[in-house]
């Protein structure tokens, strides 16, 4: 796949080293080509540096891992992602975009791409490496596009992921990033530290 990485900092990083090192095609989209954050990630296989519209116009699939409240300035910078696959990993927890609730809410308005959220649950450390060795981690996604959520459930476990869940529809979005504030809570705020992760088990 062609993957376009909006934010290329901690998890956009990440996901495009695990992704590019599946065999991935990494299209990193930044506002300027000569100076931004990331640049180490060229040294990846198949990554190259474009502007944002040059990036997701030659994208199947584009990852947004910027600060949520830029969603709809993105928008105007995407060009036309008609069809497109757009996956949504922020998390408006301290700020959101001015009209929308969360950043997926806003694509979802504003493009006619299919929107996932998805890679929003965990830090950018379990990103890197989701095996804990007897395990690997799973995540989670929402939306109400099943192919988006098909190609992010095969991305997860491109990334190394044992599984993705569904959380549901459009309408789960929002409790699927309250759902991330659990782990940022024990990380951080219980002082857990960073490598800790969820794994749904069954009986």
Known sequence: ??????????????????WARAGHEILLGVRDTQ???GGELLQNLNTSVHTIESATAQADVILVATPPQVAEELV???????????????????TKPEHYPTAFHAFEALTR???????????FENMQNPDYGHT???????????????VAAQLAK??????????????????????????INLAIFQGMGRDIGFKLVRR
């Not at 105007?76 to 301290?94: E, P």
Request: glycine share 12%.
């Open 113 to 123: 791409a299919e929107v996932v959220k998805c890679f929003n649950t965990t830090g």
């Open 1 to 18: 796949m062609k993957i376009a990485i909006i934010g290329t900092g901690n998890v956009g990083g990440a996901l495009a080293t695990s």
């Open 136 to 150: 690997r981690l799973d995540l989670f996604m929402a939306g109400n596009s099943a192919r988006a959520k098909a």
């Open 76 to 94: 105007q910078s995407f060009g036309n992602v008609d069809g497109k696959i757009i996956i949504d990993s922020t998390n408006a927890v301290r």
């Open 35 to 37: 100076q931004f954050k």
């Open 158 to 183: 491109d990334a190394g992921f044992e599984y993705c869940y569904d959380f549901g529809g459009s309408d789960r979005v929002e409790l699927l990033e309250k759902f991330a504030l659990s782990w």
